[in-house]
């Protein structure tokens, strides 16, 4: 039974360019999140998705931010035109529903900008 | 907002003895679940205990173990004869229903042989 699966562990982006990072739930977890941990720091919340649905993104930047989880396939955040502020490292988890039961974690995604 | 503070920013604890960090949560809700998550050097979020706020009796996962004061909005966690395995950053949370989690700014926690 696999576990939150993120990809790529590892993104080496210059400033300007595209960072894609995906995440596929545990098998039968409809609901998904995504968390940024900066270096020394602990885990900020960016947003919170069901399928074909955004339920909560007041932890994501207005601009240059976004993140989807279609009906099919993995959730995508995506962040245009990088900045080095962006380096960080991004990690995304699920949960069966929307109560109380546990949110598991991917191993995260780890975005550098040069 | 919910908020969590943990106030313990580093702690240290000699192989096999006792140690008890520290966590603090702000909310007006009744209903709502506390979690211990503990990440280590490979930076993966491992769950580590959870509490349901109705419940009364604290919460116990082997060497684990909380003590929950709700009145106090308090969530402390005991780990007890330590291993150097426990070595790792320690994230106090809270989450409510239909709500994501919200995470502390972590304890670093350093097992001395």
């Keep these: 039974n696999a576990g939150v699966m993120q990809n ?5 982006r210059r400033r ?3 960072a894609r990072l995906r995440c596929s739930p545990m098998k039968g977890h409809s609901h998904v999140y995504w968390y940024r941990q900066l270096p020394e720091e602990g885990l900020k919340f960016m947003v919170y998705l ?20 279609p009906k099919e396939g993995p959730s995508i955040l995506r962040i245009q035109q990088v900045v080095r502020g962006d380096s960080a490292a991004y990690f995304c988890a699920s949960s069966l529903d929307m109560s109380g039961n546990t949110i598991y974690f991917g191993e995260g995604s780890w975005l550098t900008v040069v | 907002a919910q908020t969590v503070t943990q106030s313990q920013p580093e702690m240290s604890v000699q192989e096999a003895e006792t140690v008890t960090l520290s966590c603090t949560y702000d909310t007006s809700e009744s209903d ?10 490979s930076r993966q979020m491992i769950l580590v205990i959870r509490q349901e706020a109705y419940k009364q009796q604290n919460a116990t996962e082997n060497r684990f173990s909380v003590n929950f004061q709700k009145a106090a ?16 950053m320690y994230f106090c949370a809270y989450r409510r229903n239909n709500n994501d989690m919200r995470f502390g700014a972590g304890t670093r926690l350093t097992v001395k042989p």
């Excluded at chain 1, 790529?8 to 080496?12: D, G, T």
């Excluded at chain 1, 069901?50 to 989880?69: T, V």
Aim: zero cysteines.
């Design chain 2, 73 to 88: 909005k308090s969530f402390s966690l005991k780990i007890s004869d330590s291993q150097l395995g426990d070595a790792a």
């Design chain 1, 8 to 12: 790529p562990r590892h993104l080496v």
């Design chain 1, 16 to 18: 300007g360019q595209e």
């Design chain 2, 32 to 41: 709502y679940y506390l979690f211990w998550y503990k990440q280590p050097p």
């Design chain 1, 50 to 69: 069901q399928k074909e649905n955004i339920i909560d993104e007041s932890g994501m930047p207005k601009e240059r931010f976004s993140a989807e989880f």
